[in-house]
């Protein structure tokens, strides 16, 4: 008998058409995260901390803070995180060691307050997953 997996969900979206959401800490920031909308590829699974105008890039707890109508689209999906990930591949030209969908999975767990592509900007600078 296989057990049901348990996914994390660090805030919650309360209504999407208006874009309020309750955002908790996700390590080093605030923000909304949902592992099982990544895993299942259904809807908005990351949304970072400066997305939320409420929280003006500060790292305050607020309970219903309303989403940036112009920075929503900025809301991530697992098909975000796997073109990010993808042209991160390509454009450096990563052995297929580190697959795209490692790459993928290790973008999403490590995001904790800062916009995905901050993150592999990071990666970049560092040298993280040179051959």
């Not at 969900?9 to 999407?16: H, Q, R």
Request: contains cysteine; charged residues 35%; glycine residues 6%.
């Amino acid at each position: 008998m296989s057990e049901k997996r348990v996914f994390y969900k660090v805030g919650v979206i309360v209504n999407e058409e208006k874009k309020i959401a309750i955002t908790d800490d996700l390590g080093q920031g605030y923000g909304y995260k949902d592992e099982q909308a990544f895993v299942e590829k259904k809807g908005i699974c990351y949304i970072p901390e400066h997305a939320f105008s409420d929280m003006d890039g500060k790292s305050i707890e607020c309970d219903e803070c309303e989403v940036d109508e112009e920075k929503f689209d900025e809301g991530f999906t697992y098909q975000d995180f796997y073109n990010l990930a993808k042209e991160f591949v390509e454009e450096n030209e990563i052995s297929d060691e580190h697959s795209i969908e490692t790459i993928t999975q290790n973008l999403f767990d490590m995001v904790d307050w800062q916009y995905p592509s901050t993150l592999i900007d990071q990666w970049e600078n560092s040298g993280a997953y040179e051959d």
